[in-house]
């Protein structure tokens, strides 16, 4: 399949570095069809642009440049942390690029825990150790240090404040937190058509009707 987006009525400046609003990192067999699913849908009805690769651009053993570039022009990285996504190259992949982007373009991440304890990832305990134990067997010297990448990201990624999805966890309440917390991130701009009749002129009016103080702060005249 192909990435999935959301369009956006709203739309940052023309200027502005980001393409996507949301690049969504997550393993596909674990939340697919359930959480990540469930939060893809509000983002969309929150016009929310979001990225979404559904497994399209993960083929061979490196993380496509398709996929490096929807991370880096995502405004904000949201990573479902899960039983299996340590199991996945290409999300630790997505992890470390993520992370980097966090330190080198200001890009906000929310990790969410779902059905693991954030200890877990933080400290690489239980399943998370386990899952590594496997990736370092039979590693040589460049897989071993692109496996110290991994690690150092996660621990990173597993100490900043997000969201704990439990078993028994309303999940409906928890999304609508996210999406709460990710709109207050976005600034938004209204998108003007500007083949709106009558506008020009309006604007016209506005602008005359601005006195210029000698301080350079315009006030509308009384």
Not at 38 to 48: M, T
Not at 66 to 77: G, P, T, V, Y
Not at 101 to 124: A, G, L, M, W
Request: with cysteine.
């Amino acid at each position: 399949m192909m990435p999935s987006s959301s369009s956006s009525s709203s739309t940052f400046d023309s200027h502005s570095r980001w393409s996507w609003d949301v690049f969504l990192s997550f393993r596909g067999k674990d939340t697919r069809r359930n959480f990540t699913d469930h939060l893809y849908s509000d983002l969309i009805r929150c016009n929310i642009k979001t990225f979404r690769d559904d497994d399209g651009l993960r083929k061979g053993e490196e993380i496509s440049p398709e996929l490096l570039q929807a991370i880096e022009e995502s405004r904000i990285a949201v990573v479902v942390f899960s039983k299996n996504y340590v199991d996945s190259k290409w999300c630790l992949e997505e992890l470390v690029k993520i992370m980097s982007c966090k330190e080198e373009r200001e890009q906000k991440v929310i990790p969410i825990f779902y059905h693991v304890d954030p200890s877990e990832v933080r400290n690489q305990r239980e399943i998370y150790k386990e899952a590594f134990t496997r990736h370092e067997e039979n590693a040589d010297e460049e897989k071993k240090e692109k496996i110290r990448r991994w690690k150092t990201a996660m621990r990173e990624a597993g100490k900043l404040a997000g969201y704990d999805v439990k078993v028994d966890s309303y999940e409906s309440e928890i999304i609508q937190d996210i999406i709460k917390e990710i709109r207050g991130t976005i600034p938004m701009v209204l998108d003007v058509n500007e083949n709106i009749v009558g506008m020009d002129s309006r604007l016209e009016r506005l602008v005359s009707g601005l006195e210029i103080q000698s301080n350079g702060v315009r006030m509308v005249g009384d």
